[in-house]
């Protein structure tokens, strides 16, 4: 086998566009003290969370992906036949199998390329980005859509008011382009990606049902105190990892989109690495814990908003159930 005169290309994975979307349904806080025991006061208090959206009778999360896919195809100015991967992160599938991403496949016509789910829980979408990014700039694929689509209302227990308060449903997405150059902090593309999980932690964020154990869906669980309590500091380890990486500091941030689970713990993380409160991207007031929709989500709020500008240095970050967690740093 002759080697002589290959060469491998260079490239990285250049966010082209986003879009979002939330079911008609809204679920505010007062509406929710008429089904638990539970006040608006706590809620905010607690949590930040004054509204969540909840996907209609036969809207799946499927469903919820499709309509943000068309919307970050259209804002990137990209026709779906020019998607050749699909990656969509998620915890609430349609199905057990097939993955859900190839329901989104087929319903925009595209027979090409592959499509797949991944599953990191609330951390899913940092996951997604990382994974589209390693195949695009591997050279397995051209252009990717990846999707956090979520339903969470079909997996709690509307009688636990610790949980049930928390939790919305929702989709967002971007669209990748695998282009030639290193990444570098003078063009556009992702920066570094870090990612982590310890299981040790399982306990703490977990849904009591699945097809081999008890062959339901199952509740979620979780124990907010402990997930509060090692939030801040896993946030912290993967952002300082990713300023290390690419030699920059919280000054040079433009906007911090973290995964949008509660109020308290987005400031925390935010004082604690120093990034000015200005920078934050804030939507779980609106949507809740939409769990791997909402940094898509939030990213696609400030998109849209027209606040975001070619160069932008965004830094995207979460951490979920199992305990899993990363960031990614882009520059727009």
């Not at 990285?12 to 809204?26: H, Q, T």
């Not at 830094?315 to 882009?330: D, H, K, Q, R, Y």
Request: glycine share 10%; net charge negative; proline share 2%.
């Amino acid at each position: 086998m002759k080697t002589e005169g290959f060469k491998v290309k260079a490239l990285r994975s250049v966010f082209l566009g986003c879009g979002s979307y939330l079911p008609k349904k809204a679920l505010t806080n007062q509406q929710l003290t008429e089904m638990v025991d539970t006040s608006d006061e706590w809620i905010v208090q607690r949590t930040g969370i004054r509204n969540r959206h909840i996907a209609a009778e036969g809207e799946f999360t499927s469903h919820l992906a499709i309509n943000a896919a068309k919307a970050a195809l259209e804002n990137a100015g990209v026709d779906a036949q020019d998607i050749d991967l699909i990656v969509l992160a998620t915890s609430t599938p349609d199905n057990t199998f097939p993955a859900t991403a190839v329901d989104v496949q087929a319903a925009l016509g595209i027979n090409h390329g592959f499509a797949f789910d991944i599953q990191a829980v609330c951390s899913g979408f940092v996951y997604a980005v990382t994974t589209a990014d390693a195949y695009l700039r591997g050279g397995l694929a051209k252009r990717a859509l990846v999707i956090g689509a979520e339903t969470f209302s079909r997996i709690l227990d509307w009688e636990d008011r610790t949980t049930c308060v928390l939790f919305g449903d929702g989709a967002g997405a971007v669209v990748m382009e695998a282009q030639e150059g290193a990444p570098s902090l003078e063009e556009s593309g992702v920066l570094t990606c870090q990612l982590r999980s310890d299981g040790r932690h399982k306990d703490k964020l977990y849904v009591d049902g699945g097809p081999s154990t008890t062959q339901t869906a199952g509740y979620l669980r979780m124990q907010g105190r402990e997930v509060f309590k090692h939030a801040v500091g896993m946030v912290t380890d993967v952002i300082e990892a990713s300023f290390e990486a690419t030699g920059t500091t919280a000054d040079d941030l433009d906007w911090f989109v973290p995964h949008q689970a509660n109020q308290r713990i987005i400031d925390a993380s935010a004082k604690k690495l120093g990034i000015a409160p200005e920078k934050v991207v804030k939507t779980v007031s609106e949507h809740g814990n939409t769990s791997a929709a909402s940094i898509p989500l939030a990213l696609d709020s400030i998109v849209k908003s027209g606040d975001v500008k070619k160069g932008d240095l965004i830094m995207l970050e979460a951490m979920g159930g199992g305990f899993t967690w990363g960031s990614v740093l882009l520059k727009w």
